[in-house]
């Protein structure tokens, strides 16, 4: 195929599992730190006139791989790449999307302007936590969804009959996101209605919708400290679930997530690769990542050869 991929330090098992099912090798590139820490980048092979994807989540530590990610686009750029696509499976900073109080960044604006400052042509990410951010950007911004991963996993491994399963968003923002998968499964929904007290820190309230004798499939797009899950599980067995399972998309899992995860009443904690996780964590029992590769792959494929991914939006694919 007349187009690289090359990846930076923050998840390389998703990019070798990307060129994988493209049928191709991961672009030569040098990604290192000079001895005072700065970040050292060289392209090691030529790139002039070819379309150039970059795979870079910019999950914690945040600074050093958005930094990796533009210090790589500017060298690509200086090499006459034809086209910089930044593929950012989870896009650090989207919570912070609007000033909730006084004297506040907007720091998801600013990392939008950094991406296209240093030359990025377009952005491929997935489930953004808020969908405005998209307008954030002066450039083509392609949001893709894990909602059909996980879809395919809850049929095969959990939804036998429509009544034994409840499909459950977390709190009321994430209703949109719980109703496509209720509708891909043909299952009710039910919300928890919840008060966050601090950022981090949610208090369960009631939950609205019946879940009583039937599994509750909680669906949200983050896991951080894992205190809404938490909270939100309690509630819900509390109303009579039998058991409860999570899908998330990105598994931050930050500060006590996992403990939290480990010691608490959930089944089964389903995430993505989007982030890189090590082998001690992948081999928690709770906890079950599957792959994005194929969505991202057919994404970058499509966006080289000019076709449409629209039917990847939609989760038809």
């Not at 530590?61 to 210090?71: C, D, I, N, S």
């Not at 912070?96 to 302007?113: G, H």
Request: aromatic share 6%.
């Amino acid at each position: 195929m007349d187009f690289l991929v090359f990846t930076g330090s923050s998840n390389k098992l998703l990019a070798d599992g990307i060129v994988s099912r493209l049928g191709m090798r991961l672009g030569n590139a040098t990604v290192g730190r000079f001895s005072d820490g700065e970040i050292n980048v060289k392209i090691n092979e030529s790139v002039r006139g070819r379309d150039v994807f970059v795979i870079q989540s910019t999950n914690h530590p945040a600074e050093v791989h958005l930094m990796e990610l533009m210090v790589m686009a500017d060298a690509l750029k200086r090499a006459s790449a034809n086209s910089v696509t930044a593929v950012i499976p989870y896009f650090g900073y989207s919570r912070q999307d609007r000033a909730t109080e006084p004297r506040v960044p907007i720091t998801a604006k600013l990392v939008a302007n950094l991406l296209m400052t240093c030359g990025i042509n377009r952005l491929v990410t997935m489930d953004l936590h808020a969908g405005q951010i998209q307008g954030f950007f002066d450039i083509p911004v392609d949001n893709l969804y894990a909602m059909p991963v996980f879809v395919k996993y809850l049929q095969e491994n959990y939804v036998k009959n429509s009544g034994e399963c409840v499909v459950v968003s977390p709190d009321a923002g994430g209703v949109t996101r719980a109703r496509f998968i209720a509708k891909k499964l043909h299952l009710p929904l039910a919300v928890v209605d919840k008060r966050r007290t601090s950022p981090g820190i949610a208090k369960a309230m009631h939950v609205v919708g019946d879940v009583t004798a039937r599994t509750a499939i909680i669906v949200d797009d983050i896991i951080d400290t894992a205190g809404t899950l938490v909270e939100s599980s309690n509630a819900l067995l509390e109303n009579g679930a039998t058991q409860v399972v999570a899908v998330s998309t990105h598994g931050v899992l930050s500060g006590p997530a996992l403990e939290r995860i480990v010691s608490s009443r959930i089944k089964e904690v389903v995430v993505t690769d989007t982030i890189f996780f090590p082998k001690q964590i992948r081999e928690i029992s709770k906890l079950n990542v599957l792959t994005t590769a194929p969505l991202f792959a057919t994404s970058i494929e499509r966006i080289h050869l000019k076709e449409s991914i629209s039917s990847l939006f939609e989760g038809d694919e």
